[in-house]
C-alpha cells in the first residue's frame, strides 16, 4: 500500500489544508448535507482566510470522493488518493473558477490521481482489474429485508457480470453516470473527454449491457423451464 501522504509535508505555510481536516473527515461521512452551507459560501470563507472552513469541504464531499476512487480502480489506494487529491484541490483553489460546481471539480482531481496512482504502480491492466474486482461490493446497497437481499444480490451479480464485459473506459462512463450518479456535464467533468465522447462510450457500454443482462435473462428462464420440466 502506498505511503500515506502528509498533507503538510514540504508544502510553505499557508498552502496547506488544516491539520487533522483532510486525514480524518473522510472516515465518518457526512450526515445530512442539506443542512450545511452551500459549497460557494464555504469556498468564500477560505478565500476568506478561514482555513479551517476547509474541513468542511472535505467532510461534505469526502464520502462521494472515496466511493468515486474506489469505484475508477483505486483499490487499497483509496485513502491515500482521496487525501492527495483534497490536499491538491486546496493548493489549487486560487484556479478555481468562484461560481462553478465544485464537486466535479474535486471528482476530476480524484479521478487524475486515481489514474497516477496506477502508474506509479506499473502493471496499469492488470491494477485496474484487481482494484475493479475489490470495489464491487460498492454497487449496490445491502437490503435489510432477506427476500430482498436474495433478489439484490442475483441482480448485482448479474450486473457486476455485464460491467465485466465493458472496457475500462466504457466502465468508467457508467460508473460515473449511473453508479456515482454524475450527470453528464458533470461526468465530462470529472473524466475529462469531450462531450461526444462521453455520449458515444456511453451509449456504446449502455448496448454491451443490454446485451450481456438480456443473455442473463434468457439463460435463467431456460434454467427455469428446464427445472420445472
Not at 476547509?54 to 482521496?82: F, I, K, N, S
Not at 450518479?181 to 456504446?204: N, Q, Y
Not at 448496448?207 to 442473463?216: N, Q, S, W
Request: glycine share 6%; hydrophobic share 40%.
Amino acid at each position: 500500500m502506498a505511503r500515506r501522504a502528509d498533507p503538510t509535508r514540504d508544502r510553505a505555510p499557508g498552502n496547506h489544508p488544516p491539520r487533522g481536516g483532510v486525514d480524518t473527515a473522510w472516515k465518518g461521512g457526512a450526515s445530512n448535507l442539506n443542512t450545511r452551507p452551500e459549497d460557494a459560501e464555504i469556498l468564500a470563507r477560505v478565500r476568506g482566510g478561514d482555513r479551517d472552513a476547509y474541513a468542511e469541504l472535505v467532510t461534505r464531499h469526502a464520502p462521494v470522493a472515496m466511493r468515486t476512487a474506489a469505484l475508477l480502480g483505486a483499490g487499497d489506494d483509496a485513502e491515500d488518493v482521496v487525501q492527495e487529491a483534497f490536499v491538491k484541490a486546496y493548493a489549487a483553489l486560487d484556479h478555481f473558477r468562484p461560481g462553478a460546481p465544485f464537486r466535479p471539480w474535486l471528482l476530476r482531481i480524484v479521478a487524475n490521481e486515481t489514474r497516477n496512482a496506477h502508474r506509479a504502480s506499473g502493471r496499469r491492466a492488470a491494477r485496474e482489474r484487481r482494484a475493479w474486482e475489490q470495489s464491487r461490493p460498492l454497487l449496490l446497497p445491502r437490503p435489510e429485508d432477506p427476500a430482498d437481499a436474495v433478489l439484490s444480490a442475483e441482480r448485482q451479480a448479474t450486473l457486476v457480470r455485464g460491467l465485466d464485459q465493458l472496457s475500462p473506459e466504457q466502465r468508467r462512463v457508467v460508473t460515473c453516470r449511473y453508479l456515482l450518479d454524475l450527470d453528464e456535464a458533470e461526468t465530462v467533468a470529472v473524466l475529462g473527454w469531450p462531450r461526444g465522447t462521453v455520449k458515444s462510450r456511453l451509449r456504446r457500454a449502455l448496448i454491451r449491457l443490454r446485451d450481456v443482462m438480456d443473455a442473463e435473462s434468457s439463460r435463467a428462464e431456460t434454467r427455469e423451464v428446464t427445472h420445472d420440466g
